[in-house]
């Protein structure tokens, strides 16, 4: 079974600019979540989507944004990036509503803002 | 609101020892507890996922523990050896329907002296 997926592995991007992170999920797993980590905050949940839907959403402002498609691949956006939006973007595969089935983890997006 | 933590910060020990990490949570009322590890700038893997009804839980050199009561989990791994340096994790689930959404600890950054 393919792991998660997540491209591209780094970016470098401006202050100002706009960036779209992809994830792939596990096959045959439909929710997918996204976390942010940063020295500082640790490993913080954004947000995750089942089934094309936004379902729980992370205490992070309107400038991070996400979509899932029918085929269960997400996209994470992050607009009018600041310098303090550089961290490590993973994401997770869980099947959706089974308890105690781990969540699997891709490599992640290392974003740079310069 | 579940706060998760996880002392010490860091930790080095000698190759070959015996050693327990610490994770501590708030809020008991969990379904179960995932521990992960992360090597540097790399995704998590997942090592070991302990149900709320299970005491303990082994693969391999790891053994987890959880005591719900007084919120408390530990990782022990045996024989360590340098490979086994990295970054440890526990997490547990925000919601009843799975784990789509993870608080995690601060994490425990182990170092294996050879």
């Known amino acids: 079974k393919a792991g998660v997926t997540q491209t591209p592995r780094y970016l470098i991007k401006t202050r100002g600019q706009q960036v779209t992170l992809s994830c792939s999920p596990i096959s045959g797993y439909r929710s997918v979540s996204w976390y942010q980590q940063t020295p500082g905050q640790g490993l913080q949940f954004l947000f995750e989507?089942?089934?094309?839907?936004?379902?729980n959403k992370g205490n992070f402002p309107g400038r991070f944004s996400g979509r899932q498609f029918s085929n269960s691949r997400s996209e994470m956006n992050v607009s009018t990036l600041e310098l303090g939006d550089s961290a490590l973007y993973l994401c997770a595969s869980s099947p959706e509503g089974v308890m105690n089935t781990e969540a699997f983890f891709g490599q992640g997006t290392r974003l740079t803002v310069v | 609101k579940q706060e998760v933590t996880q002392i010490p910060a860091a930790l080095s020990v000698p190759e070959g020892e015996n050693l327990v990490l610490n994770c501590s949570f708030t809020d008991s009322a969990i379904y179960n507890l995932q521990w992960f590890r992360q090597d540097p700038g790399k995704g998590l893997t997942s090592l070991l996922l302990i149900q709320s009804s299970q005491r303990e839980q082994t693969s391999g050199r790891l053994n987890a523990s959880l005591d719900k009561s007084s919120g408390r989990s530990t990782l022990y791994i045996a024989a360590s050896q340098p490979g086994d340096s990295a970054t440890y994790l526990c997490?547990?689930?925000?919601?009843?329907?799975?784990?789509?959404?993870?608080?995690f600890g601060t994490g425990t950054r182990l170092t294996i002296i050879p």
């Open positions: 997490a547990v689930p925000l919601s009843n329907f799975g784990n789509e959404k993870l608080t």
């Open positions: 989507y089942f089934s094309e839907t936004q379902r």
